[in-house]
């Protein structure tokens, strides 16, 4: 029986008046009540860890300070966390074949809620890295996770909107999470913001203990290679290394060319050997499926154009344009909020028109929107790049979850761990390697109005290749 003939045959019935449906992955049937509970905490935890990721940006000056620290050590506690999330999130892929859902989840989850409370009572630079590390690993199993449980809950109908909301809640905390952050490290210290965090995390986890449900197929036959494993750490982990000190170092010094050549390296091995092992970390064969190519190939545009351009514009405001620090954050939270907004509605429009209109709608209103930026001058109304980067965020919004929704329902339902990982490690590295690159071009270009205008136009010759892209391969519904 195919997978479609099997989604067929398993037709909701009802039980003590609640509509069951069946898990298309396990066949288990889980009630819209219980399903709708396992969202919320989805929801919850993905709110929490934006959050906390969000509000550390805000309180690493306070960090410094109290623990007497360089910038360079300071800037650890960040690139760390994405160097360890590198690190764990191919591994994801094995470990949702392998374990249940619910302890895996919940391992996860604990994992996060014990490093932010570790986290607050450090007194340490190398105590509170550590902290940051077990809150990446933690993190990195239960992202991973989300996208694939939310497919498996909603793969039958609602899948768009359901990741519309999931945008929503990793959204919605970047809106709040800088300014209630700077209230917190002011009145109560940077401690605090662990605590909040470590503490509501620790709620969500006592939560979804009796809640969360085993939705995902396993195997006691998959397999940990772990040579693959340990090529894709270090590919990972090179990479986003390499892409961190571009910019800050000399290119042809070991911290850049050395990283990001080592990184290749490995990643080249890895892909090499996942051809030609029994059981892949990673199943690559799915790239072989165009829609999800194309989808990461979106992601990682996207990706890469955001991050750029939400770290030049304060950047550009600060330095350039006169601004102080508060009104720059100000002006890029209307937004924030419009992006947050948005993710629900395109989800529904996805649900209802397919990938389509919106992939090359966004792309097409990302480029755009970003040619303004490309005529700044140190003069330029802080209100109109306000206004102009909240337009910008709906084209965002637009792309960024129904790409993903999209690639991950194209791929066989077995396949959908690897998939998530996939997306997940290539649209980060984008992401990380897009902002180094562009900031990069500014600074060549005289680290002035000027290298701005030329890092936004190279943005947006970017995002024709993906509007291009969107155009000829994402189908009509």
């Given at each position: 029986?195919?997978?479609?003939?099997?989604k067929?045959?398993?037709?909701?019935?009802?039980?003590?008046?609640?509509?069951?449906t069946?898990?298309?992955?396990?066949?288990?049937?889980?009630t819209d009540?219980?399903?709708t509970?396992?969202?919320a905490?989805?929801?919850?935890a993905c709110?929490a860890?934006?959050?906390?990721q969000?509000?550390?940006?805000?309180?690493?000056p306070?960090?410094m300070?109290?623990?007497?620290?360089?910038?360079?050590?300071?800037?650890?506690?960040?690139s760390?966390?994405?160097?360890?999330?590198?690190?764990?999130?191919?591994?994801?892929?094995?470990?949702?074949?392998?374990?249940?859902?619910?302890?895996?989840?919940?391992?996860?989850?604990?994992m996060?809620?014990?490093?932010?409370?570790?986290a607050?009572?450090?007194?340490?630079?190398?105590?509170?890295?550590?902290?940051?590390?077990?809150?990446?690993l933690g993190?990195?199993?239960?992202l991973?996770?989300t996208?694939?449980i939310?497919?498996?809950?909603?793969a039958?109908?609602?899948?768009?909107?359901?990741?519309?909301?999931?945008?929503l809640?990793?959204?919605?905390?970047?809106?709040?999470?800088?300014?209630?952050?700077?209230?917190?490290v002011?009145h109560?210290g940077?401690q605090?913001?662990?605590?909040?965090?470590?503490?509501?995390?620790?709620?969500?986890?006592?939560?979804a203990t009796?809640?969360?449900?085993?939705v995902?197929?396993?195997?006691?036959?998959?397999?940990l290679?772990v040579?693959?494993?340990?090529?894709s750490?270090?590919?990972?982990?090179?990479?986003?290394?390499?892409?961190?000190?571009?910019?800050?170092?000399?290119f042809a010094?070991?911290?850049?060319?050395?990283?990001?050549?080592?990184g290749?390296?490995?990643?080249?091995v890895?892909?090499?050997?996942q051809?030609?092992?029994?059981h892949?970390?990673?199943?690559?064969?799915?790239?072989?499926?165009r829609?999800?190519?194309?989808?990461?190939?979106?992601?990682m545009?996207?990706?890469?154009?955001?991050?750029?351009?939400?770290?030049i514009?304060?950047i550009?405001?600060?330095q350039?344009?006169?601004?102080?620090?508060t009104?720059?954050?100000?002006s890029?939270?209307?937004?924030?909020?419009?992006?947050?907004?948005?993710?629900?509605?395109t989800?529904?429009?996805?649900?209802?028109?397919?990938?389509?209109?919106?992939a090359?709608?966004?792309m097409?209103?990302?480029?755009?929107t970003?040619?303004?930026?490309?005529f700044?001058?140190?003069a330029?109304?802080?209100?109109?790049?306000a206004?102009?980067?909240?337009?910008?965020?709906?084209?965002?919004?637009?792309?960024?979850?129904?790409?993903?929704?999209?690639?991950?329902?194209?791929?066989?339902?077995r396949?959908?761990?690897?998939?998530?990982?996939?997306?997940?490690?290539?649209?980060?590295?984008?992401?990380?390697?897009?902002s180094?690159?562009?900031v990069a071009?500014?600074?060549?270009?005289?680290?002035?109005?000027?290298?701005?205008?030329?890092?936004f136009?190279?943005?947006?010759a970017?995002?024709a290749?993906?509007?291009v892209?969107?155009v000829?391969?994402?189908?009509?519904?």
């Amino acid at each position: 029986m195919t997978f479609i003939e099997s989604k067929q045959s398993q037709k909701p019935h009802t039980t003590s008046g609640h509509k069951e449906t069946v898990t298309p992955t396990t066949g288990h049937p889980i009630t819209d009540r219980q399903r709708t509970a396992i969202f919320a905490v989805l929801l919850a935890a993905c709110i929490a860890g934006a959050f906390a990721q969000t509000a550390l940006t805000t309180a690493l000056p306070a960090i410094m300070t109290s623990l007497n620290i360089s910038a360079v050590l300071g800037n650890w506690l960040t690139s760390g966390f994405s160097l360890a999330m590198g690190v764990i999130i191919p591994a994801t892929a094995f470990m949702m074949k392998r374990f249940p859902t619910k302890p895996l989840f919940l391992t996860g989850l604990a994992m996060f809620a014990g490093g932010l409370l570790l986290a607050a009572v450090s007194t340490s630079f190398p105590l509170l890295m550590a902290a940051r590390i077990v809150q990446a690993l933690g993190s990195g199993i239960s992202l991973s996770m989300t996208q694939v449980i939310i497919l498996a809950l909603y793969a039958e109908s609602g899948v768009g909107t359901a990741m519309g909301f999931y945008g929503l809640a990793v959204s919605a905390a970047p809106v709040i999470a800088p300014t209630l952050a700077g209230l917190m490290v002011d009145h109560w210290g940077w401690q605090s913001i662990f605590w909040v965090s470590g503490g509501i995390s620790l709620i969500v986890l006592v939560i979804a203990t009796p809640l969360m449900r085993n939705v995902l197929k396993t195997s006691s036959d998959a397999h940990l290679d772990v040579l693959s494993f340990i090529l894709s750490a270090f590919g990972f982990a090179g990479l986003q290394l390499g892409s961190s000190n571009l910019g800050v170092r000399p290119f042809a010094s070991l911290e850049v060319a050395g990283a990001l050549a080592l990184g290749l390296a490995c990643l080249v091995v890895f892909a090499i050997r996942q051809f030609h092992v029994g059981h892949p970390l990673l199943q690559l064969r799915i790239f072989a499926v165009r829609d999800f190519t194309v989808a990461v190939a979106l992601s990682m545009f996207l990706y890469a154009v955001l991050i750029a351009g939400s770290t030049i514009l304060p950047i550009y405001m600060q330095q350039m344009d006169g601004a102080s620090v508060t009104v720059s954050a100000l002006s890029m939270l209307p937004g924030s909020l419009v992006m947050a907004v948005s993710s629900p509605v395109t989800g529904r429009v996805f649900d209802r028109f397919g990938i389509r209109p919106l992939a090359v709608g966004g792309m097409a209103l990302l480029a755009v929107t970003m040619v303004p930026f490309g005529f700044l001058t140190d003069a330029t109304p802080i209100w109109w790049i306000a206004l102009v980067f909240a337009v910008r965020s709906v084209a965002v919004a637009m792309v960024m979850m129904p790409a993903a929704t999209w690639g991950l329902a194209s791929v066989e339902r077995r396949y959908a761990s690897d998939a998530s990982a996939l997306l997940t490690s290539l649209r980060t590295i984008a992401g990380a390697l897009g902002s180094a690159i562009f900031v990069a071009v500014m600074v060549a270009c005289g680290n002035n109005p000027v290298g701005v205008n030329v890092a936004f136009w190279a943005m947006i010759a970017l995002t024709a290749v993906g509007f291009v892209m969107a155009v000829v391969f994402c189908r009509k519904r």
